[in-house]
């Protein structure tokens, strides 16, 4: 017990978020909320079932029900079976300063994936990846990073 001097909503509640990176969560919060029909706007705050399963299917992702349920679920602390703003921000802070790797990722992943696809194409760009990379991990740990990712290899002339 001794580890645990300060709360976890404590803990999570002195993360930060970066500029760039809220930004970033900002566009995909409100792009993901506004999926809905025009006429349909009493939810415009929160992330909806119908909204979710829009964006996938967007993106030509064919998800179950269950699938949505389950990724609105891992993130619905209010258990209103929606994701408002603070739980959105909350998710993305549990998962990115979490060290034991048993935080639930799948919204977690979607989210990370449109930070990186800025128009909501369900494409990614290398140069849209290492922007995101820089902004997270700093000069100093982008080319580790890139390694991870693209490996040791040059895959084209380019490089």
Not at 48 to 63: G, H, Q, S, V
Request: aromatic share 8%.
């Amino acid at each position: 017990m001794e580890k645990l001097k300060e709360s976890p909503a404590a803990i999570l509640a002195k993360q930060v978020i970066k500029p760039v990176e809220k930004d970033c969560l900002d566009r995909v919060f409100v792009w993901l909320s506004e999926q809905q029909d025009p006429e349909k706007k009493e939810n415009k705050k929160k992330i909806t079932m119908r909204d979710l399963n829009l964006a996938l299917t967007k993106m030509n992702a064919k998800p179950t029900k269950g699938e949505i349920k389950q990724m609105i679920w891992e993130v619905d602390d209010d258990l209103d079976e929606m994701i408002s703003h603070e739980e959105f921000e909350t998710m993305y802070k549990r998962c990115i300063h979490n060290e034991n790797g048993l935080e639930p990722r799948k919204f977690f992943n979607l989210v990370v994936f449109l930070m990186y696809d800025k128009h909501f194409l369900g494409k990614v760009t290398a140069e849209d990846t290492l922007q995101i990379i820089y902004v997270r991990y700093g000069r100093e740990r982008l080319d580790e990073e890139i390694r991870a990712i693209f490996g040791e290899d040059e895959k084209n002339e380019d490089g």
